[in-house]
């Protein structure tokens, strides 16, 4: 196995870590109060009310969110998928190529992830427009860790995957 593929696919694999940390964690967007603070999620919606513990109870997903946690499970599998052969293309180096495309579909997966999400801040718990969130709300932590780590990783791994693709192609 060459080094860019090493790259490629420790780039993967932690592109797949920060997707399931952003679906695990429920701070997607948020009221950035102190007291009274209110975060929601994918998974969870969290409530913090003046200063007693802070609840976590499932939230009531608009049809925009429910397709972006379809999307966001649908992309960390393909990355798994990416991950698995990538580790395979070390005995056969054909599974490069269909590593590629799994690895293009998961990218496409993380980006309707990221475009969904926004659509969904119509909602009436958030009280904002579709791509227009309210001042009272901001980002938070898991869509920031979406985006910046998770598709930004795994762009950066597909585009150092296809080098030795094309070496590969060259070489035949």
């Not at 009221?31 to 969870?44: D, F, I, P, R, S």
């Not at 990538?86 to 997966?109: K, N, Q």
Request: net charge positive; glycine share 8%.
């Amino acid at each position: 196995m060459d080094k860019l593929t090493v790259i490629s696919g420790i780039l993967f694999f932690s592109s797949e870590v920060f997707a399931i940390a952003s679906l695990a964690h429920p701070d997607w967007i948020n009221t950035g109060a102190v007291a009274g603070a209110l975060t929601l999620g994918l998974t969870k919606q969290c409530q913090t009310i003046f200063g007693r513990d802070r609840t976590c109870f499932p939230p009531t997903l608009p049809p925009e969110w429910i397709c972006a946690l379809f999307f966001l499970s649908a992309g960390i599998a393909c990355l798994a998928g990416t991950c698995i052969l990538v580790v395979l293309s070390h005995w056969h180096r054909s599974m490069l190529m269909y590593a590629r495309w799994v690895a293009f579909s998961a990218i496409g997966c993380l980006c309707h992830v990221g475009i969904l999400f926004p659509i969904g801040f119509r909602q009436v718990s958030v009280g904002g427009a579709p791509f227009n969130l309210p001042a009272v709300w901001s980002l938070g932590d898991s869509y920031k860790l979406l985006w910046v780590f998770a598709v930004v990783l795994s762009c950066s791994g597909w585009c150092i995957l296809m080098m030795p693709m094309r070496m590969w192609l060259l070489n035949r």
